[in-house]
């Protein structure tokens, strides 16, 4: 199935199992997603259940680089986006990431940046895109 073998799963066989969730107890507590692919597990924390699974995803993916040094982490992300919320985000070239982080953006408080992990636990997407909006 894939090219590279290892006891650890491939991070797409993490895709196709259904998380174990544990809800928050407090508000403003993160919703937790559990994969498990016995004897490997993986953690994922976001504001809801599917930012959760996405980053429990992202961590699979993570960790089989740990086994497999060769595996290209693939951002969740697009280079450039909006979101949901109407924030613009463009991805920090390599070179700057270290420092920056992963991604700049700008809100009300003005230019920030932010890593792919606090996106995930933040639960950013981008918003959709409707064909008939690409012809405007």
């Known amino acids: 199935m894939f090219d ?19 809800d928050p107890e407090d508000e403003g507590d993160d919703v937790i997603a559990i994969i498990n692919i016995p004897p490997f597990r993986v953690v994922g924390y976001s504001a809801t259940r599917p930012g959760a699974r996405r980053a429990a ?9 740990g086994y497999h040094p060769s595996h290209r ?14 924030t613009k985000w ?16 700008e809100d ?19 918003a959709p895109v409707y064909e008939d909006e690409e012809d405007e």
């Open 4 to 22: 590279d073998r290892s006891a650890y799963p491939h991070p797409d066989e993490f895709k196709v199992v259904r998380p174990e969730y544990s």
């Open 57 to 65: 995803l992202y961590e699979a993916s993570k960790e089989y680089r």
């Open 73 to 86: 982490i693939e951002s969740p992300f697009p280079d450039e986006f909006e979101d949901l919320e109407g």
């Open 90 to 105: 463009t991805r920090v070239r390599a070179s700057k990431r270290d420092e920056l982080g992963d991604y700049e953006f």
């Open 108 to 126: 009300e408080n003005g230019e920030d940046s932010a890593d792919i992990e606090q996106m995930l636990q933040w639960d950013i997407r981008p």
